[in-house]
């Protein structure tokens, strides 16, 4: 039996399955893993910057500037489309069988592959809002409005993702540990489950099935009842077809 059959006998036996996914899931999409990108050097400032720094809530209210055209360059790929695995889930959430997916990834793709119930962890480049009056803009605002996108009260509009330095939001927390409290499968994939807080959501998971879908070993390895080392998305796409 491949692995695709295997996850497909689970995921048939499964009233409320969950995905947990992280970077890996975005990468079969074209878009590149943050974590991997080296130093850079910014002329202007004429200091080394890691990418932590410079995706950092110290870093935006210092230098608004080089941080807008550091996030237009390595967050945002508006040209990046949902893989099969993306599908695959939001077929899955149709048939009934998935009940949430929890993401660290900040791009969207999930809904527009059109899942519906979908916990961001780390926010969405697709939303933004006033820091000053909390008026809400779209991705448009903050990519044409060059260098910094300015609300008309004069407040700077900020992304709706975490910065390093900030807090998740508390209500997608409580949302994510409860939909993996009362799930009966899990299905951690794309992610080396070293990000804390995010990683540690997984340990509120008692139920049945535990699934990982990784390139890389993680620390949940031993727990998991199938150990998948294969694309996410071909996986996840010749599981749900094996359903049907």
Do not use: W
Request: charged share 20%.
């Amino acid at each position: 039996m491949t692995n695709s059959e295997k996850l497909a006998e689970i995921l048939s036996n499964s009233a409320s399955a969950v995905f947990f996914g992280g970077a890996g899931m975005s990468t079969e999409s074209g878009i590149p893993d943050f974590r991997s990108a080296n130093g850079i050097y910014n002329q202007k400032l004429n200091k080394t910057f890691s990418p932590e720094e410079m995706a950092s809530h110290n870093f935006f209210l210092r230098h608004p500037e080089e941080f807008f055209a550091f996030y237009r360059e390595r967050f945002v790929y508006l040209d990046a489309k949902p893989n099969a695995g993306h599908i695959a889930l939001a077929k899955l959430e149709q048939k009934g069988i998935l009940s949430a997916v929890i993401t660290q990834n900040i791009d969207g793709l999930h809904q527009i592959a059109g899942s519906k119930v979908v916990y961001e962890l780390h926010g969405s480049i697709r939303r933004s809002y006033c820091v000053k009056c909390g008026a809400k803009y779209d991705i448009d605002f903050v990519m044409k409005n060059i260098p910094i996108p300015y609300c008309d009260c004069g407040g700077i509009v900020k992304p709706d993702v975490v910065l390093y330095g900030e807090n998740l939001d508390n209500d997608t927390i409580t949302n994510s540990i409860q939909a993996i409290l009362t799930a009966d499968t899990l299905i951690v994939g794309g992610t080396s489950l070293i990000v804390y807080p995010a990683a540690g959501l997984i340990d509120y998971f008692h139920g049945r099935h535990l699934v990982l879908i990784n390139k890389t070993a993680t620390r949940a390895d031993s727990d998991a009842e199938l150990v998948i080392r294969e694309n996410i998305g071909e996986t996840l796409k010749k599981a749900v077809d094996l359903l049907n």
